[in-house]
């Protein structure tokens, strides 16, 4: 039997596409100013920090399901934050990251060959996950023009690349949706802690549920605000059956985030002041840039929320906007890595040093 590689049925690595004009932009006698990736780029708290050393010497197996002290957290965290009502220390769970969470969870639910609705201009893993189990991928918006045989619907608000906010109305038609075809909608949230000209919403919050959580995923990361991009931390909450279902396939899987980690997110899911920080500092980078590239001539499409700006020039597609920004020694993303849709724009991040976001602004005004 000749085997086909999974590798050959994805797309291309996106960012293996732009080496290109990361070269040329890196050429740039000033150096490369990188915001084409939403790394976070500042320290962790120093609690955090202090709760990961302490836990480094322990020997044993972590659990899959989190410790109870973890899962007590995670629950009341998202309570206290988001609103969100109705969840136990069974209906949440751990996770080795987002990015790992999004693209095994059509697998480990059993979707293979099934139909995945994503979004028209969406995270590139949506695609990914889908296709790594074999599934069909539908872009689609609108739950009335959704497929009625779809077993999984991805959502994002607010949205990466374009910060887009869906409102409690638009939330609520898609678990409508749920409620009628029996599809599992999962909504990838982390950045719903930042919002700025928009105020987002979680799809476990009880005025879009009206406290029935069956059949819905919150994807939550820490990743962002609490960066902790490295230490790979991250919930799925909502469905208790759904999420249990998941617990017992992630045992056998041996998905489990190591000990250590849970220490330090028990840690960060505690208190918010570290995040209020970090959201500061990432308002006023904002601000920088928007008023730069605002002058610049670009415009500023969506972006009432996340780490970034969705942004166009006139008469410009977006490869040629990122040679525009590249010849200026800033790199971007190009919109197109997130699906046709997004075509005429870029993605300019957030997560740069202050230096670096001062730096590109002298460099977009010059």
């Avoid at 990251?97 to 293979?112: Q, Y």
């Amino acid at each position: 039997m000749t085997r086909t590689p999974l590798g050959s049925r994805l797309p291309d690595f996106p960012w293996d596409t732009i080496a290109d004009v990361r070269a040329r932009a890196a050429s740039h006698e000033g150096g490369l100013i990188d915001l084409s990736v939403g790394g976070p780029v500042d320290p962790v708290a120093p609690a955090i920090q202090l709760a990961l050393s302490e836990h480094a010497a322990a020997p044993g197996y972590p659990q899959t399901a989190g410790t109870p002290e973890l899962r007590a957290t995670i629950v009341e965290s998202l309570a206290r934050r988001f609103g969100i009502a109705g969840l136990t220390e069974r209906s949440v769970l751990p996770v080795i990251g987002l990015k790992e969470a999004v693209a095994w969870l059509p697998t480990l639910l059993g979707l293979r060959g099934e139909t995945v609705v994503i979004p028209e201009v969406a995270y590139p893993t949506y695609e990914v996950g889908a296709l790594m189990a074999d599934c069909a991928v539908v872009r689609c918006d609108d739950p009335s023009a959704a497929p009625r045989d779809a077993a999984l619907v991805f959502v994002n608000s607010p949205s990466n690349p374009t910060g887009g906010v869906l409102t409690t109305e638009q939330l609520r038609a898609w678990v409508e949706f749920s409620r009628e075809t029996g599809a599992i909608i999962a909504s990838d949230e982390c950045y719903l802690y930042l919002g700025w000209s928009a105020e987002p919403v979680s799809i476990l919050h009880p005025d879009v549920t009206g406290g029935d959580n069956t059949n819905l995923l919150a994807l939550h990361s820490l990743s962002k605000t609490s960066n902790m991009a490295s230490y790979r931390a991250g919930t799925i909450s909502g469905d208790e059956a759904l999420v249990q279902e998941l617990l017992l396939v992630r045992k056998h899987a041996g998905l489990i985030v190591p000990g250590p980690i849970q220490a330090a997110m028990v840690v960060a899911l505690a208190d918010d002041t570290h995040e209020e920080l970090q959201r500061a500092t990432y308002a006023a980078r904002r601000l920088t840039l928007m008023r730069t590239l605002t002058e610049a001539g670009l415009s500023v499409d969506g972006s009432e929320a996340g780490l970034y700006l969705w942004c166009r020039r006139e008469a410009m597609s977006s490869r040629e906007l990122l040679s525009w920004l590249a010849e200026r020694g800033i790199l971007a993303a190009p919109g197109d890595f997130y699906g046709p849709a997004g075509a005429q724009h870029v993605r300019i991040a957030l997560t740069a040093t202050d230096e670096h976001v001062a730096e590109a602004a002298r460099r977009l005004t010059a």
